[in-house]
């Protein structure tokens, strides 16, 4: 009987796979994706890995291409077609245009979908605390690109912290400040810290740390309040401000484009940084590839404790980088289908294929089974992925959390990442106004961040005193921050 039930459970399976995937004409999907600088345009016809997932879904995926650098104006006109493609990808789910968008109806409302486990068990596999992050007034409109979470930290080069007598880990903020100290005091033409005109992360990174909120805050009575407000965001400003004064700090750095901040660290002229803790692993093989490195010289931190022991992190992330939307294009009729490709989509099978394309084709394998990427120097497999495989990973979602498979060989860094990763997590600092919307912020936000940012800035570069830094508070507020305030304390209690 039991084995009598299991054919039954096989044939039914099968028949769903089939319903799915074979058809006598592909079921034809256009998707917009943000598209990289290639030095190889993609190949649409005779594509491999196109051809593959058309094998496994029935699905013939049309990419339709838009430059990264104007994918936001893209976005713009795009929407306001008649008939936009079916699947976008929106790199920013809190931009007011995607906001404003879902509540017009522009797409179609996912809240549903992404919990019925029985028809979507990928996509139902999700992160709640992600999806709700990602809603409009409570509604889901997409699915999450999901993301390392939290990822963000600290890096040094620990070859030069010895030189300079510092030849242990970095547990506390003490620890930390005697390393920025100690790096700075290294040369007159060298600094600690590599900060550069983006400076919201490095900003976070040490304010969060301090025990400051992430953006926002839950005060002792339950109500809102902006993270500047908090006694430890000033005291992570004043450490900036101290390392500055000390020179351990490019006086230019506001000035310094991010696109020459890998080059700082490369050149030898500066030894820390608060960013993505994934650059550890770059620089180092940067590094062994062409300055002859073969020690560890970078490395990456892990918790770092404040005086009272506890720990607080800011994630780079909210595990998130954008989300698939579905417009209204895809008729109710064809719904189903186009959650059944998305759901494939987040298999395992799906992300290989979105990530790494096809075996032999666009990725390689050696002999102990770890998956290769080909080297820059062979341009036949290069070419190939590039033509082939181009920026498909941006359809790529993987909210189930699952690692690619084959993986790959990780090297001493590369395995602390995700390590790191999975021990900052539990210290991540979220921001409970992320999935609630203030109109003021919407209309205005943009300019209040700048004010806050600016201000900041001049601070930690002494061109203001603290009652020029409180007086830029009071600006804000005034421009627009108390209403804005107002604002998230009213979706916030009525969430509650």
């Not at 997932?53 to 291409?65: C, E, H, R, S």
């Not at 795009?78 to 509540?103: C, G, V, Y």
């Not at 401000?241 to 660290?265: C, K, M, V």
């Amino acid at each position: 009987m039991k084995k009598l039930a299991a054919l039954f459970l096989s044939l039914a399976m099968l028949l769903s796979m089939m319903s799915f995937a074979a058809a006598d004409e592909p079921f034809e999907i256009t998707v917009m994706l943000p598209e990289f600088p290639a030095e190889v345009d993609f190949v649409a016809e005779n594509n491999p890995v196109l051809d593959a997932i058309q094998a496994a879904t029935g699905v013939k995926l049309v990419p339709i291409w838009g430059p990264n650098s104007t994918y936001t104006d893209l976005l713009n006109t795009t929407l306001a077609d008649k008939n936009p493609p079916m699947l976008i990808a929106a790199t920013d789910a809190r931009n007011p245009l995607i906001i404003n968008s879902a509540r017009a109806g522009a797409f179609h409302d996912l809240t549903e979908v992404v919990k019925d486990a029985e028809n979507y068990p990928n996509l139902a596999a999700g992160n709640e605390k992600i999806y709700n992050n990602i809603s409009v007034d409570g509604r889901v409109y997409g699915i999450y690109r999901s993301r390392v979470f939290p990822r963000g930290g600290i890096y040094y080069r620990k070859d030069i912290a010895k030189e300079v007598g510092f030849d242990r880990e970095v547990t506390t903020l003490a620890d930390l400040t005697e390393l920025a100290e100690k790096l700075a005091g290294y040369s007159a033409d060298t600094y600690a810290l590599n900060m550069c005109s983006y400076t919201a992360g490095t900003i976070s990174v040490i304010t969060v740390a301090h025990g400051a909120p992430n953006n926002w805050g839950v005060d002792e009575n339950g109500n809102i309040y902006p993270a500047h407000l908090s006694p430890a965001y000033l005291e992570g400003l004043n450490w900036l401000r101290h390392l500055y004064e000390i020179g351990g700090i490019d006086p230019n750095f506001a000035q310094i484009s991010t696109s020459e901040w890998d080059n700082i660290e490369r050149t030898g002229k500066a030894f820390m940084r608060f960013d993505c803790l994934d650059n550890t692993h770059r620089q180092q093989e940067w590094f062994e590839k062409n300055a002859g490195v073969t020690d560890l010289i970078w490395w990456s931190v892990g918790p770092v404790a404040k005086e009272d022991g506890s720990i607080t992190v800011w994630p780079q992330n909210p595990g998130f980088n954008g989300e698939i939307l579905i417009t209204k294009s895809v008729s109710d009729a064809d719904l189903p289908k186009v959650l059944k490709f998305l759901d494939w989509c987040n298999s395992d099978e799906g992300a290989t294929m979105l990530n790494c394309g096809v075996q032999d084709v666009t990725y390689w394998l050696d002999a102990d089974g770890f998956r290769i990427t080909p080297s820059a120097e062979d341009v036949e497999k290069t070419n190939a992925t590039k033509m082939y495989l181009h920026d498909l990973n941006q359809l790529g979602m993987q909210v189930t959390g699952n690692p690619i498979k084959p993986a790959l060989k990780l090297t001493t860094l590369r395995q602390r990442y995700e390590d790191l990763n999975v021990e900052l997590a539990p210290y991540a600092v979220l921001d409970p106004c992320y999935p609630l919307v203030s109109e003021t912020n919407v209309a205005f936000g943009t300019q209040l961040t700048q004010i806050l940012t600016d201000a900041a800035v001049q601070y930690i570069a002494g061109q203001i005193d603290e009652a020029g830094l409180r007086a830029a508070w009071e600006d804000w507020a005034a421009q627009g921050g108390e209403l804005m305030t107002s604002e998230y304390n009213e979706a916030y209690h009525a969430a509650q």
